[in-house]
């Protein structure tokens, strides 16, 4: 199918308008807060992972989203299932690698499914950088490595899978590998509460069924860079900003997107 390009504002009036119904394989500690997230912002979540049906879904579903966070035999099975069908019906799907380097057998799982090339790569620097096989100090889920220093990494992964590639920390960046665009925003508490990053994941691969898929990624990170400003104000630490985010989500309006000038392109 093909999508138009959309700016952010854009895209948030045809995300909420369409509603589009998302499938997020993604782990156990981001399932509920991921689902919330896509509910506030106005897409319809579908938390479908086993092998038995993830690949029948993804080809109904209008984008489908896979985070390696937590993984056992079967969960990858049903990760393969699912963007095997997905690119087998044009359905666009978004791969967040976590931690991918912390144990051979989730480098493995990476690997498999890198190779069959994600419409979107949204990862941390550190995890960009090691996948494009560069050196990285980090051993967990956070980053160890500016955003900056992994751009010729992304430039490079993009081009190899043929898609785009978000790199996300205190400033965001995306490429498909000729263009990049820089996000700014959020707050500095959005690191410090669990699987906002993995939510984040599963809304790029809602916004990449109402745009293409540079503008999805743009579009999740700038109305994700508006919502955690605004929550950010308001918080009296992590546990409230959590459900101030949420709320944020659901009051950012076109309008705001429209007026915040959070994107630049280089």
Request: aromatic content about 4%; some cysteine; charged content about 15%.
């Given at each position: 199918?093909q999508?138009?390009s ?9 995300l ?8 997020c394989?993604?782990?156990y ?18 938390m479908?992972h086993t ?10 579903a209008?984008?489908v ?17 699912a963007?095997?069908a997905?690119n087998?019906v ?6 967040d ?5 912390a144990?051979?057998?989730?480098a ?7 190779a ?9 620097a ?14 967990g889920?956070?980053a160890?490595?500016?955003?900056m220093a ?6 490079q ?5 043929g898609g ?16 990049v665009?820089?996000?700014?925003g959020?707050?500095?508490?959005m ?8 939510s ?7 916004y990449a ?8 990624a743009?579009?999740a990170?700038?109305l ?6 605004r929550?950010g104000?308001?918080?009296e630490?992590?546990g409230?900003?959590g459900?101030?985010?949420l709320?944020?989500?659901a009051?950012?309006?076109p ?8 994107v630049?392109w280089?």
């Amino acid at each position: 199918m093909q999508r138009t390009s959309l700016s952010p504002a854009d895209a948030l009036s045809a995300l909420r308008a369409e509603a589009p119904l998302t499938q997020c394989i993604t782990n156990y500690v981001a399932m509920n807060i991921a689902a919330n997230t896509l509910l506030a912002a106005g897409a319809a979540p579908a938390m479908v992972h086993t092998v038995e049906e993830s690949g029948a879904f993804a080809r109904i579903a209008r984008a489908v989203t896979i985070n390696i966070g937590t993984l056992s035999p079967a969960w990858v099975d049903g990760m393969r299932a699912a963007a095997t069908a997905a690119n087998e019906v044009g359905t666009p799907w978004v791969l967040d690698p976590v931690a991918h380097f912390a144990s051979p057998y989730r480098a493995e799982a990476a690997r498999t499914l890198l190779a069959l090339r994600p419409t979107i790569l949204r990862g941390n620097a550190s995890e960009i950088l090691a996948l494009a096989g560069g050196d990285t100090t980090a051993r967990g889920v956070d980053a160890a490595d500016p955003v900056m220093a992994a751009e010729p990494a992304a430039r490079q992964l993009a081009l190899e899978i043929g898609g785009v590639v978000a790199v996300t920390g205190t400033v965001d960046l995306v490429t498909d590998g000729t263009h990049v665009a820089t996000i700014t925003g959020g707050s500095p508490l959005m690191p410090r509460v669990t699987a906002l990053g993995c939510s984040l994941t599963c809304l790029m691969g809602a916004y990449a069924a109402v745009t293409t898929p540079m503008h999805a990624a743009i579009a999740a990170l700038a109305l994700f860079a508006e919502a955690g400003e605004r929550a950010g104000r308001v918080a009296e630490g992590p546990g409230s900003f959590g459900w101030q985010f949420l709320d944020a989500l659901a009051a950012v309006t076109p309008a705001d997107l429209d007026a915040n000038g959070r994107v630049s392109w280089g």
